[in-house]
């Protein structure tokens, strides 16, 4: 194991340290938000990515970066369309987006990033070598296991306007969640989006229909390792994951598909392994 990285319940947490490196990579980030256990992690996984991209098929870097573009083109449209004034990003990991939001839309958008304690504390810290920023930027402790009581995402709304439509957004999370854990998340999601004026979840989703390629297999299989656990796809395809959106209490549901959305970027075929999850209130 690598040392500085953590087991036990936060033993997803490494996989953060990953996806901010390969943020700073590729210019989405800063470089004060990345880490030297992702540098790390980067290095180690660089052979079985090469091969898997030398085989034809997908790069993490590749799946990750259109995650993160597509959630990215969504939330900023909903933003400049008016309907967003606050974000909750949960499990924001070491993220750029709650800063590079706040910055462009300062004073306009409320942004909460949240996380478990420990990684909130490493971003805040983070956070405070890039400087001041905007007021409704902010950090906050967060476990989406919990319905209620402090450190929940009910609590963590309440102190947000009702008057106000808010998104939620869950990046790099559902992977790590079987199908029951998904299915009352969302619907502590949907609860927690109906007390405003509008409500707007995004979210990466990796279909269980994906996935019979055998390169494809390796890939999950070195994914797999690296976050010392299983990772999960869900549901069928766009249609079922859809409507147990709207049966978790959204009004509608749809899914961007990472291999034909304009902001994935194209070219590296991980991108169309992934889901993007719009869900709506209002
Ligand atoms: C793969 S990382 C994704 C980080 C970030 N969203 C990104 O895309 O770079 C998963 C994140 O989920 C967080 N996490 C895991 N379990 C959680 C929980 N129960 N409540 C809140 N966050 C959690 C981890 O600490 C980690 O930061």
């Not at 869950?170 to 992977?175: D, N, Q």
């Not at 999950?220 to 069928?236: E, M, P, Q």
Request: net charge positive; aromatic share 6%; with cysteine.
């Amino acid at each position: 194991m690598i040392p500085g990285l953590r087991s036990g319940p936060d033993a997803i947490s490494p996989t953060a340290h990953y996806t901010g490196q390969v943020w700073v990579r590729n210019g989405l980030s800063a470089p004060e938000l990345g880490t030297w256990q992702g540098r790390l992690l980067v290095d180690a996984l660089r052979p079985t990515m090469a091969l898997s991209r030398a085989l034809g098929g997908p790069s993490l870097e590749g799946l990750l970066i259109a995650r993160h573009r597509i959630i990215d083109a969504e939330l900023e449209r909903s933003v400049e369309a008016g309907e967003v004034g606050q974000v909750i990003e949960a499990a924001c990991g070491m993220s750029a987006r709650g800063w590079r939001f706040s910055a462009r839309w300062g004073g306009r958008l409320a942004y909460v990033e949240a996380d478990l304690p420990a990684m909130a504390r490493r971003k805040r810290e983070a956070l405070a070598r890039l400087g001041p920023r905007p007021a409704g930027h902010r950090v906050a402790g967060l476990d989406v296991r919990r319905d209620s009581g402090p450190g929940s995402l009910a609590a963590l709304a309440a102190e947000l306007d009702p008057a106000v439509g808010t998104a939620i957004v869950t990046e790099g999370l559902l992977t790590y969640l079987g199908d029951a854990d998904v299915l009352a998340l969302w619907r502590r999601i949907a609860a927690v989006l109906r007390r405003f004026e509008a409500g707007l979840y995004l979210s990466d989703l990796r279909l269980a229909g994906t996935g019979a390629d055998p390169v494809e297999g390796i890939f999950n299989l070195a994914l797999s390792g690296f976050v010392r656990g299983r990772v999960h796809s869900h549901f069928r395809d766009e249609e079922d994951a859809a409507r147990r959106l709207v049966d978790a209490g959204f009004d509608r549901a749809r899914l961007h598909d990472g291999g034909t959305h304009p902001a994935a970027g194209g070219g590296d075929p991980g991108a169309v392994l992934i889901r993007v999850v719009e869900a709506r209130l209002r």
